[in-house]
């Protein structure tokens, strides 16, 4: 079946670093999704993309839909404590009504 | 605008029980799916409804069943509850396909 493959599984990393993560498959999608989810919450969008080749920020978050369809990244500059969390991408179907979640990205910020 | 609103939010029952639980989408939105949250399986699909209807299903035994009512509200079951039930179940509403917005999600742990 589809899946998208995210990486990494997981970062620690210094406050102030910046942190990039991605999602690739073998599927094309016909949007990407970007979520954040804290312990014990649901999953928060961050950034939604629609276009192959899309950059789209956020505050200090910056998204891209890759220009095959077949990818996203999502990168955190200068990050800060509160950035923990999962983070989670997500890829809608061509055509289909079915969305796709990656395993996730569990972020550790050490102040 | 109220977010995605599930019920409840924390419940324990008994192997072989059986346990419903409930979803109220943001205002407007039609479609509702429904994801099994657990530490090792990241975020799996359950099934999607739109407009009362199921559009789409994952690969859940039948013992998992849902539904959509009217007002765009939806309910899942689970029958013959096993211990491996137990995980945070998220429900997401969305106006068609695209941005998915989740509720807080429902703990169940099955004993």
């Known amino acids: 079946g589809q899946q998208l493959n995210q990486s990494p599984q997981s970062m620690f990393i210094q406050e102030g670093e910046d942190v990039s993560m991605n999602c690739t498959s073998s599927s094309i999608f016909n949007t990407w999704l970007w979520y954040k989810q804290e312990p014990g919450e649901g999953p928060v969008l961050l950034i939604a993309l629609y276009k192959a080749g899309e950059l789209t920020s956020n505050g200090r978050l910056t998204a891209q839909f890759g220009i095959t369809r077949k990818d996203s990244f999502l990168n955190i500059s200068a990050s800060i404590p509160s950035d923990v969390g999962i983070y989670f991408c997500?890829?809608?179907?061509?055509?289909?009504?079915?969305?796709?979640f990656g395993a996730g990205t569990r972020l550790f910020v050490k102040a | 605008k109220a977010g995605v609103t599930q019920t409840p939010r924390y419940l324990i029952k008994t192997r072989g029980q059986q346990v419903t639980l409930s979803c109220s989408p943001i205002s407007g939105h039609r479609s509702v799916s429904w994801y099994q949250q657990t530490p090792g399986q990241g975020l799996q699909f359950l099934f999607e409804y739109f407009s009362e209807t199921q559009r789409n299903k994952g690969n859940f035994p039948g013992r998992f069943s849902g539904r959509q009512f009217s007002n765009s509200r939806s309910e899942m079951n689970v029958s013959t509850l096993e211990l491996g039930d137990s995980a945070l179940y998220l429900c997401?509403?969305?106006?068609?396909?695209?941005?998915?917005?989740f509720g807080q999600g429902t703990r169940l742990t099955v004993v």
């Open positions: 997500a890829g809608v179907m061509t055509g289909g009504f079915k969305t796709i």
């Open positions: 997401a509403s969305s106006m068609s396909t695209d941005e998915a917005f």
